[in-house]
């Protein structure tokens, strides 16, 4: 290996203009040898000098910045109003638990918001790009972060380019870089310097992070890893962006701002209500703090985080990570699915399928072959009317042979048991590979006894890809793959009959969406760079075509089957051609007979009104480019759709940062789609797009049943405190009375509440529209029956047991107790609103029945501890009084029942 630079590989990386040097002094300034590459030495020096190949992340916010956030709420700003007075009336002890709550709030708040952050860090563990390089003389694939400055990467059509490099071979090497420069075309590449001066989009001797190779082959040398890529550059300029807030954030804002007007007046009326009655002022001001604190539902700023974060820990082990926990919200809203087909709708493992070859003067008609097995694993056998084919049958062999030397990647056996067979390089040309294992060729000894001496690699304008191969004992021979229309041409020397036999054969596998393609060869042929593939026309002989499907998940006709009986429409956006794009779509319930696909250019030709117009009627968009796909989000949501959108590359990132839901892929995705998204799949599957729709439902239901029990309770605590203040009657409860009942017996169900397990007919509702009130209407209706039976029964035991002469603290007592156990039959109700909290609902929520066990613990240590009863003004209750309190607090759990079986009784009905 060469010396380094004097200067070290430090300096050498820093501050040069490497697309003005010969990409030999390159070479010589990053110490880098152009046939062994680095070595191992030199690597872990450099990755330690230079730290890993990742894009710049946002510095950690310090936990007291995080810590101090969580107070930002109007309900906690009105609990520190609360304790302030408590303090300035010298109830301590009352303020002390205030604050606590405020505390435990914020601590738990503070905790949960770093989850998202270190799931996403696992993610990245979890799907690192995986990259060819030449170290030590020879070729090794490492994670994308393990690239140092210097490394040799070998690239190839369809890889991702993992940093920014100077190239130093190319073969017809082609290049997308438009999420850098803006080109929607594909960038020729070249060796050769530019000027100093040159703009990025003319700097043809580089490429880039984030950019992916669309065609050709090329060695390049890392000059720049991680921030100091062009992506970092940018990435970097984006750490301090701030995210807007969500539909929920906003509603919860203004929810938060209603109940401070509402506890604020509260407070006036209880305080002229009391002067009215000539109480003394002091006890008044002090119950008029515990009812403006009892308006305020302490329990729901901790119960929307935990909430979400259960809601997004549930979906992460179901392969979604949530990269915003209030962003699930926006999941239960969604009414359109835009997918794309390859890998999420597919397995993303092209299988061949179907062979057709010419035939031979022995038996001229065209033969059929059915080859078996799904997928990267060379299982399966080889079928000709189903018999096995002969494994000596020459025109197959050579027809294989062809599809395997004409060929880029590399078929990878498993690493271990735990592992798959998978393919590095294109998906099409691995299932080509798969193929030939199948017929039992022996990939390594054909390509050492047919070596590669040139190529005219793949031109998507010609559709056509050739070799040259030097053969032991036998003339060198072409190999050429494409398209069929591209492969026929060449082969027009050859017969009409049978090219018109093979035209038939290409046209019957497309009407069965398989991807065809056609092989042809020429023997002793020069292979001219210069003269293309023109020189190629009409002495080729057609070998035979290969038809190839991506295969359809099996599980994602079940996911589209559950999106349709939602109220989620799906949508295919696919690279493929429309026709097999809509026949997959077909298969899979996405397009129904009456739907069409619209391509790019369609697209292209549409105006805005006429797109909005037809898409309703579209299920397939086909062959759009990124920018095409930013415009169909934007027409879906002028029609009023909440559309969750997939995307994979950097170009996608517009899409999916405009999308209501930006869902980017995790094993295929790049980082910068990932770091637009809101949502990243880590299994590519559409299915767990659905699950995480279905958990959002669950996540946004489960925080209306904590709005509805906390909003019920408040207002039945509200409404027997002023009908003993117009009554005439002395306070019902006591000020730290009603904040146990509001902290302690409300706090220790309501967390559990939000881990209710899903109903099961969440995907048979509507989507959550997009305006929907925390305090609709149905849940105000509810609150109509709970509320008035909760203070009439709470009270009308106060009036009566006092009319008994039964004394005060006593009476007190049971009042406080009746209206806890009032609660814990109410948190039963706001489980469901039409099942019944009775059989064996009562405990599928383990959480619940620990957090209603907890509470009864507490309310038993409240009534009988001395301690307790000192500070909560409590007295000892008889065992055998109980049991009338709890049947008479069971009447909200009859109530709402007979209320819950009049609603399926007219659902039954069909009213």
Known sequence: MPPMSNDGPAAAVAAVDWHALEADEALRRLGTDRTQGLDAAAVAHRLAEHGP??????????????????????????????????????????????????????????FQEGRAERSMAALRRLAALRVRVLRDGGEHVVEARELVPGDLMLLAAGDAVAADARLVEEAQLQVAEAALTGESVPVSKSVQPVPEAAALADRHGMVYSGTHVTAGRARAVVVATGRHTEVGRIAGLTE????????????????????????????????????????????????????????????????????????????????????????????????????DKTGTLTKNEMTAVVLWLPGSPTAPAPRTIVVGGIGYAPEGELLEQGRPVAPADAALHELLAAAALCNDAELLPPEDERTAWSVLGDPTEGALLVLAAKAGIDLAALRRGSPREAELPFDSDTKLM???????????????????????????????????????????????????????????????????FAALEGRARLLGLVGQIDPPREEVRVAVAECRRAGIRPIMVTGDHKLTGLAIARELGIARAQDRAVDGPELERMGEGELRDELAGIAVFARVQPAQKLRIVEALQARGEVVAMTGDGVNDAPALARADVGVAMGITGTEVAKSAAKIVVTDDNFATIVGAVEQGRVVYGNLKKVILYLFATSMAEVLVLLLALMGGFPLPLAAVQILWINIVTEGTVTVNLVMDPPDGDEMRRRPVPRDDRLLGAEILKRVALMTPVIAAVTFGWFAWRLAQGVPEELVRTETFTVLAMCQWFNV?????????????????????????????????????????????????????????????ASTVLWAEELRKLVVRTLRRAGR
Not at 256 to 282: E, H, K, M, Q, S
Not at 323 to 329: G, I, P
Request: overall charge positive; aromatic content about 4%.
């Open 466 to 532: 050739a070799t040259r191969h030097r053969r032991a004992g036998a003339p060198r021979r072409v190999m050429i793959k494409g398209a069929p229309e591209a492969v026929l041409r060449l082969a027009r020397g050859q017969d009409e009959a049978l090219l018109a036999a093979a035209r038939a054969g290409a046209e019957a596998m497309a009407t069965r969406a398989l991807r065809v393609l056609a092989f042809a060869t020429i023997d002793d042929d020069a292979l001219d760079a210069a003269a293309g």
């Open 240 to 339: 301090r962006a701030e995210e807007p807030k969500t539909p929920l954030e906003h509603r919860l804002e203004r929810f938060g701002r209603a109940l401070v007007a509402a506890a604020l007046g509260l407070f006036v009326l209880v305080v002229l209500l009391g002067l009215w009655r000539a109480l003394p002022l002091a006890g008044v001001l002090m119950v008029a703090i515990s009812q403006m604190v009892s308006m305020v539902p302490e329990g729901l700023p901790v119960a929307m985080t935990i909430a979400l974060a259960v809601g997004m820990q549930r979906m992460a082990a179901r392969g979604a990570i949530i990269r915003r926990l209030s962003a699930v919200e926006t999941l239960g809203s969604t009414t359109v699915i835009c997918s």
């Open 828 to 888: 039963l109700n706001c489980q469901s609103a039409t099942a019944s909290a009775l059989g064996p609902r009562l405990l599928r929520n383990h959480w619940l029945a620990v957090g209603l066990s907890l509470s009864i613990a507490l309310q038993a240590a409240v009534l009988y501890a001395p301690p307790m009863n000192a500070l909560f003004h409590t007295v000892p209750l008889p065992l055998s009084s109980l049991l009338p309190l709890v049947v008479l």
């Open 53 to 110: 190949n990742a894009l710049p992340e946002p510095p950690p916010r310090p936990p007291w910045r995080i810590f101090v956030r969580q107070f930002k709420s109007p309900l906690i700003y009105i609990l520190f109003v609360a304790a302030v007075l408590a303090v300035a009336l010298g109830h301590h002890g009352d303020a002390g638990v205030i604050l606590l709550v405020v505390l435990v709030n914020a601590l738990i708040g503070s």
